[in-house]
């Protein structure tokens, strides 16, 4: 699931009209509409809000939003897998 399919799913499962978490994100329908349809990301900031109002962990959020960050930066790249698998071993290392 991409980080909007949850924003969407989130809302739809809350009976809430795009229009209505965009005033309470304080973004534009439109921008809103674009990041349902993984157009557009969110700001960082707006994780915290979209966990207080759909009352969900924020961590969850971000580890969905940082996943769409890296594929949004690799998704055209010949070696972009290849460099995701080196990513991921180079954070292994780091954290031990």
Do not use: C, H, P
Request: proline share 0%; hydrophobic share 40%; glycine share 6%.
């Amino acid at each position: 699931m991409t980080f909007g399919q949850k924003i969407r799913q989130l809302r739809e499962e809350a009976g809430m009209k795009q229009r209505e978490l965009a005033t309470k994100l304080d973004i534009g329908e439109g921008f809103l509409s674009k990041a349902e349809n993984d157009q557009k990301l969110l700001k960082r900031e707006d994780l915290k809000k979209l966990s207080e109002v759909f009352k969900i962990e924020l961590s969850g959020l971000e580890t969905l939003w940082l996943a769409n960050k890296v594929y949004d930066l690799i998704k055209d790249e010949n070696q972009g897998l290849n460099a995701l698998k080196v990513a991921e071993e180079q954070a292994k290392y780091v954290r031990k």
